[in-house]
């Protein structure tokens, strides 16, 4: 890893990293990925922080010779992630990357991985698409979990809200939207 490039030929599959190793703390820049939506470089850390990749400091190369909006644009992003990592840290820092075992999605524009904490679930999502999407996510907690676990209540990482849910045996469905480029935390206990 590092600051080396990986053959052009290589999957980087950063996930390999957090099931062999996930007890290291994962650096890099979201742009190094294959995933295409990782290298959009005002939204593409938004890939970075769904895979619980801690980011690597950006010298002001080509990245930023764009507007001062887009940096600006980036500034936010760049706080969001700090934010959600603050509020989320159960998950992000002393929970387990699940990446999408559990996980069902209706729309494949979306992105998701999931991590467990000791009883609860937090499934991160991004539209990396340059418009809102409504869609269903459903959440197998047990595959997640490793034990049947009652969920009790569904809310946004974010702003604490309420998220209505249907239970059907294992299974949490949850109808979201999410704005274009953004990111949703949903957590389920």
Known sequence: MGTHEAHPEVETFVEMWRYTLPWCITLNDAGKYSYSASKNKIYGDYYRFIMGIRGVAHDFDDRWKQSKTDS???????????????????????????????????????????????????????????????????V?????????NKIKEVTSLETNRRIPFKTSGNNINIQLQIPANSISIVVLR
């Open 140 to 148: 197998d907690a047990k595959r997640i979990l490793l034990v049947a």
């Open 72 to 138: 600006l644009e980036h500034d936010n992003v760049v706080l969001k992630i700090e934010q959600l990592w603050t509020k989320g840290s159960e998950f992000f820092f002393h929970g387990r990357f699940m990446d999408d075992i559990g996980i069902t999605l209706s729309d494949d524009k979306v992105f998701a991985k999931s991590y467990a904490s000791k009883n609860a679930i937090a499934v991160s999502l991004w539209n990396n698409t340059d418009k809102a999407l409504a869609f269903n996510v459903t």
